[in-house]
């Protein structure tokens, strides 16, 4: 191990304490330096997350290892006392249900909540070198079942409400050009942005398709809306990355307002 190693250890390490000692003095609360120890916890590890923006590193690998780690044996205990304890054993036996104390369903016992119990036990299979391929059966009859019941929901979201979003009038309450400048209005709401909103989404829509149809040359005014598609799919995509870099930053400030607030306590 490197010398320069160990000491960037060793201060951190000093670093830890000492912030550990100072936020349990000055805490309140029946437990102060439990509660000092959990802030001081969450502020190094929120750094070391962050220090792999300099490079990779030990403290970076620790803190990433730690949260798989703990999601994962948090979403096992979840799924064995809410699926198994909660919802299994109360409709396969009465004892079990004494014992783990949750209410037994009376009559509501089914052959088939055996079969998820047989799955499961060769889902486990997969960690025997010998009996691995046991485990392809529960998992494939897992994707097919999730792919099948997902593709009609999908069907549903991403391909039928999108067509039908797309079927709208161009011309929105239309009762004369009398009231259409007598009533005229340029908010959000106005009839004027209506129309110019459902025009948008057509063009939009139509040119999109044109820049996907590879069977005619994209040449003349065919090539032209062929361009205006590539403009609307470049717009609708940088507004979907701005939006997904937005929440991300939103996670960010999360961050550097705790760590300035709750424990360097620099800002109020």
């Not at 486990?124 to 392809?136: A, D, N, V």
Request: a positive charge; glycine letters at 10%.
């Amino acid at each position: 191990m490197k010398k320069s190693t160990i000491i960037v250890f060793a201060v951190v390490v000093l670093v830890f304490i000492g912030s550990w000692l100072i936020k349990g003095n000055i805490g309140e609360g029946e437990s102060p330096y439990i509660q000092g120890f959990l802030i001081t916890l969450s502020a190094f590890l929120t750094l070391a997350i962050m220090s792999f923006l300099y490079k990779d590193n030990p403290y970076y690998k620790f803190a990433e290892h730690l949260f798989v780690g703990v999601s994962a044996a948090y979403w096992m205990c979840l799924g064995f006392w809410s699926t198994i304890v909660g919802n299994l054993i109360p409709r396969l036996s009465r004892g079990m249900s004494e014992f783990f104390q949750v209410p037994y369903i009376e009559g509501d016992y089914n052959f088939f909540f055996v079969i998820p119990i047989i799955f499961g036990i060769l889902l486990l299979m997969r960690l025997s070198p010998k009996g691995g391929w046991l485990s392809r059966w529960p998992l494939a009859f897992i994707v097919g079942t999730t792919a099948g019941l997902n593709f009609v929901r999908y069907l549903r979201s991403d391909f039928i409400k999108q067509i039908y979003s797309t079927i709208i009038p161009l011309v929105v309450e239309w009762k004369g050009f009398g009231a259409f400048f007598s009533d005229f209005s340029l908010s959000a709401t106005g009839q004027l942005a209506l129309m110019g909103t459902n025009i948008v989404i057509f063009i939009g829509v139509i040119c999109g398709l044109i820049y996907f149809y590879f069977s005619k040359e994209h040449t003349g005014l065919f090539g032209r809306a062929s361009r205006v598609g590539i403009w609307i799919l470049m717009i609708t995509f940088g507004a979907s990355f701005g939006y997904t870099v937005m929440g991300r930053i939103s996670l960010l400030v999360g961050r550097i307002t705790f760590l300035f607030k709750d424990w360097l306590e620099i800002i109020n």
